[in-house]
Nanobody, 126 residues
Framework: HVQLVESGGGSVQAAGSLRLSCAAS??????????ISWFRQAPGKEREGVAA????????NYADSVKDRYTISQDNTKNTLFLQMDRLKPEYTALHYC??????????????????WGQGTQVTVS
C-alpha cells in the first residue's frame, strides 16, 4: 500500500511558476519500484494525466499538452516526486493529483488503472 500527500499548490499569475511535491510512504524507496504520476482536473473537465515517471530507472513520459512547461522529477530517496510547472497559463488552473501503481505503464493515462491517489493540491493561474 502507498500513501501519497501533495503540497505546493497555490495561486500564481500567468507566465509564472510553481513547484508541486508528492510525498510517498508505505511500500516505497529503493527496491520498491513503481510508476508515479501527476494528473490534473480543471473545473468541469475530466481528470487528465500530464506526467509520469518510473522510479526504477527514471524513465519519463509527458502528455503533449504540457511538454516544455512541466518537468517531473524525483529525489534521491525516491520517496518524493516533484512537478515543476513553468510559463503557466490560466487554463492550467486545476486540482493536481499524484497517483501511483506498481504495474501501470507510464503511458497509461486511464484513471481506473492507478491504484493509489493523493487528495490533490489546487493550482490557480490568473
Amino acid at each position: 500500500h502507498v500513501q501519497l500527500v501533495e503540497s505546493g499548490g497555490g495561486s500564481v499569475q500567468a507566465a509564472g511558476s510553481l513547484r508541486l511535491s508528492c510525498a510517498a510512504s508505505g511500500y516505497t524507496g529503493p527496491g520498491y519500484d513503481y510508476t508515479i504520476s501527476w494528473f490534473r482536473q480543471a473545473p468541469g473537465k475530466e481528470r487528465e494525466g500530464v506526467a509520469a515517471l518510473y522510479t526504477g530507472c527514471g524513465v519519463i513520459n509527458y502528455a503533449d499538452s504540457v511538454k516544455d512547461r512541466y518537468t517531473i522529477s524525483q529525489d534521491n530517496t525516491k520517496n518524493t516526486l516533484f512537478l515543476q510547472m513553468d510559463r503557466l497559463k490560466p487554463e492550467y488552473t486545476a486540482l493536481h493529483y499524484c497517483a501511483a501503481d506498481k504495474f501501470v505503464h507510464l503511458r497509461n493515462w486511464s484513471i481506473g488503472s492507478w491504484a493509489f491517489w493523493g487528495q490533490g493540491t489546487q493550482v490557480t493561474v490568473s
